[in-house]
Nanobody, 120 residues
Framework: QLQASGGGLVQPGDSLRLSCAASGHTASDYSMGWFRQGSGKEREFVAS????????DCADSVKARFTISRNNAKNTVFLQMNMLKPEDTAVYYC???????????????WGQGTQVTVSS
């Protein structure tokens, strides 16, 4: 089971750190990804990280502002989001799979999502 948290209402330029805690599984067994879905939009890739954390990937739209990391000892993956923009507003989902990927179907487990709203 994956539990995403850390979302909220922030102003443009603010920062947030999302967390994804894994229970019932050992996080280090899986690569992890973050996806987001804005209202009326398709779900899109945000970032992914390998099991050990030595490989990370971010979508071009967030690469300069977001960082994905993990703490396997705590079974948790993080998404540090800086310089947030209104277009970052979405429900953010974490997912676990065998390999880091930019597409959603390789991920076997999904969290429930956490809402991020960026508005002045």
């Amino acid at each position: 089971q994956l539990q995403a948290s850390g979302g909220g209402l922030v102003q443009p330029g603010d920062s947030l750190r999302l967390s994804c805690a894994a229970s019932g599984h050992t996080a280090s067994d899986y690569s992890m990804g973050w996806f987001r879905q804005g209202s009326g939009k398709e779900r899109e890739f945000v970032a992914s990280i390998s099991r050990t954390g030595d490989y990370t990937d971010c979508a071009d739209s967030v690469k300069a502002r977001f960082t994905i990391s993990r703490n396997n000892a705590k079974n948790t993956v993080f998404l540090q989001m800086n310089m947030l923009k209104p277009e970052d507003t979405a429900v953010y989902y974490c997912a676990a799979g065998l390999h880091p990927a930019r597409i959603d179907y390789p991920y076997h487990y999904w969290g429930q999502g956490t809402q991020v709203t960026v508005s002045s």
